[in-house]
């Protein structure tokens, strides 16, 4: 004997989006300085999915003349600045005093001309 289908009573959508969500990034980034913690509370999206996203914004933007202006992460107990770091993901600690209160990375973006 076959079994009744399941039936959804009230149709389930999922939350309306009307644009991507590195152009929402992308747009937040244009009036506002972020950490990626901020632009995951205002986008919606995990904090660790956000560097992904950076890194494609960033070189789209590098095409178009504009640029993703990276604030460096800083050390709070020696004041160390990761000035070197390539990877957008905020370090889990300083190298010289071991401290982990580290100040994040923040992102803007500048537009060309």
Do not use: W
């Not at 990626?36 to 999915?49: C, F, P, V």
């Not at 889990?92 to 994040?104: D, F, K």
């Amino acid at each position: 004997m076959k079994r009744p289908r399941k039936t959804i009573k009230t149709p389930v959508s999922p939350d309306e989006r009307h644009d991507t969500i590195r152009k929402d990034i992308i747009s937040l980034l244009e009036e506002y300085t972020l950490s990626a913690r901020e632009i995951s509370r205002y986008i919606k999206i995990q904090e660790k999915d956000v560097a992904s996203h950076l890194e494609h914004i960033r070189k789209t933007l590098n095409k178009g003349g504009d640029r993703l202006i990276i604030e460096s992460a800083r050390c709070e107990t020696c004041n160390f600045v990761f000035k070197k770091r390539d990877r957008l993901t905020n370090p889990a600690r300083c190298p010289l005093c071991r401290g982990r209160l580290i100040s994040p990375m923040l992102f803007s973006i500048e537009k060309k001309g």
